[in-house]
């Protein structure tokens, strides 16, 4: 069975940092690409960030030097690290491949 578990999120006062992880079990971890989503109150799911099988990342503009995804095959997680947040960045995160979603996490910015 796959499973997604995010862990990471919480309160943080703009222009701090979190880092958020993903650890996937049931499946081969390496051959998928995986990405962050995440959705504000009121507002649709977006996609944050993506990083392919082969390690090429790609990301959301508004993010784009603030956020850096990335993987760590050995341990079967895909990570979020999040500087210089914004209170626009407070949502649930979620991370994804293929059909499966976490849970999601819950992301605060305010001071």
């Known amino acids: 069975q796959v499973q997604l578990v995010e862990s990471g999120g919480g309160l943080v006062q703009p222009g701090g940092s979190l880092r958020l992880s993903c650890a996937v079990s049931?499946?081969?971890?390496?051959?998928?690409?995986m990405s962050w989503y995440r959705q504000a109150p009121g507002k649709q799911r977006e996609l944050v960030a993506t990083i392919s099988s082969g390690g090429t990342t790609n990301y959301k503009d508004s993010v784009k030097g603030r956020f850096t995804i990335s993987r760590d095959n050995a341990k079967n997680t895909v990570f979020l690290q999040m500087n210089s947040l914004k209170p626009e960045d407070t949502a649930v995160y979620y991370c994804?491949?293929?059909?499966?979603w976490g849970q999601g996490t819950q992301v605060t910015v305010s001071s």
């Open positions: 049931g499946t081969i971890f390496s051959i998928y690409d």
């Open positions: 994804t491949f293929h059909y499966y």
